[in-house]
């Protein structure tokens, strides 16, 4: 069950909406504004990034925030959870929070497919609440199809996912050489965290969106959140990727980001 407090100065008050299914649910409920989604690491005490995740509410008292999260967490350990900070263009502040819900393992082991879209974001650098009701008929169209995230493209690059930052790796003849555009896109907090790792691990980063007409060239790609990490990406529309399950290097990066996040995630 989803619980949503609205935060001032004085106190954290609960409140309730008539659709509290979903974190979209709720956000589509209020007025507009920006918001950031994160989840807990060791029992609600650690979130990966959270000082970037709070820096996307363009007024907030981050110490005042972190208090109200350390306080309204404390029923949910030694549990995890999904937890969306939101501020209204009208300076209302409010936390939702969710048990965390991890995705099957196959998911993981096997991959996923997705689809692009001709959708984007009208200025890509803010978490706009206003993009969730934007975008709600082709979040409706992909879960009634099947897919499990769309890509944004723009003059027939992919850009970004629709709540993801989009990967993918190229064969050189210097090796395989991961991108991942750096433009017109959300700079995610894993997105982030992937870069640094890959580099750490001698993997070759570049900064350069993905053309359509280049799909059949792509040797391994990848979506990644602050929620699930790195999920595979084994189809992009009816193009296959790769075998057509994880690539080794995608599985690799899977492992030691996953080591770094629970390594580096900041104290709440």
């Known amino acids: 069950m989803i619980r949503v407090w609205n935060i001032t100065k004085i106190k954290s008050e609960e409140v309730h909406f008539n659709d509290q299914s979903s974190l979209d649910a709720i956000t589509r409920q209020l007025p507009d504004g ?16 959270l000082s970037a995740h709070l820096r996307r509410l363009p007024n907030v008292d981050a110490s005042s925030l972190r208090r109200n999260l350390i306080q309204l967490l404390e029923p949910y350990r030694p549990g995890e959870t999904r937890v969306r900070v939101l501020e209204t263009k009208r300076g209302q502040f409010y936390i939702a929070i969710e048990p965390l819900k991890l995705l099957p393992l196959a998911v993981y082991e096997k991959g996923v497919r997705v689809e692009t879209t001709a959708i984007h974001r009208n200025d890509p650098r803010i978490k706009s609440t206003a993009f969730i009701t934007t975008s709600d008929e082709e979040r409706k169209h992909i879960a009634q199809a099947g897919i499990f995230e769309a890509l944004l493209t723009k003059n027939g690059k992919i850009l970004e996912g629709m709540t993801s930052n989009f990967f993918y790796f190229l064969r050189s003849a210097q090796g395989e050489i991961l991108y991942t555009a750096q433009r017109d896109i959300l700079l995610g907090v894993t997105r982030q965290t992937v870069i640094r790792v890959a580099r750490s691990r001698g993997v070759e980063v570049k900064y350069q969106p993905l053309k359509l007409d280049q799909l059949p060239a792509v040797k391994e790609a990848f979506i990644t959140s602050s929620s699930r990490g790195i999920v595979p990406v ?15 290097l995608t599985t690799m990066l899977m492992t030691a980001s996953e080591s770094d996040v629970l390594k580096r995630a900041e104290k709440i």
Do not use: H, L, M, W
């Open 234 to 248: 084994i189809q992009i529309d009816a193009v296959t990727i790769g075998e057509g399950s994880p690539g080794k």
């Open 34 to 49: 920006y918001y950031s989604t994160f989840r807990t690491f060791a029992g609600c005490t650690r979130v990966n990034g």
